[in-house]
């Protein structure tokens, strides 16, 4: 399970500001905790640390969770002007 969560982020967690973070950084146990449901729900279909699993969680980066964005902005994988960007 932790294997999953953290190609999820390798994220999500998400924008192309995600991605970029996401492969300078690897994820924390919260934003493993946190992001496990998006994962699984968004982009389950991609493999782990995959340029595809970036792109679907950007895709989705309106989708996700509160606490599976929360957990990616206190680590740093998205700023919080980027999640404040996409909510307008």
Not at 2 to 21: R, W
């Amino acid at each position: 399970m932790k294997m999953i969560l953290a190609g999820l982020l390798a994220v999500s967690a998400t924008a192309v500001p995600f991605a970029a973070a996401a492969e300078a950084q690897s994820y924390s146990k919260a934003v493993q905790q946190f992001c496990r449901d998006d994962y699984k729900k968004y982009c389950g279909e991609y493999g782990l640390e995959t340029s595809a699993l970036r792109s679907c969680m950007d895709r989705n980066g309106n989708n996700l969770s509160k606490s599976c964005v929360k957990a990616l902005v206190r680590d740093g994988h998205v700023s919080q002007a980027e999640v404040n960007r996409r909510k307008r």
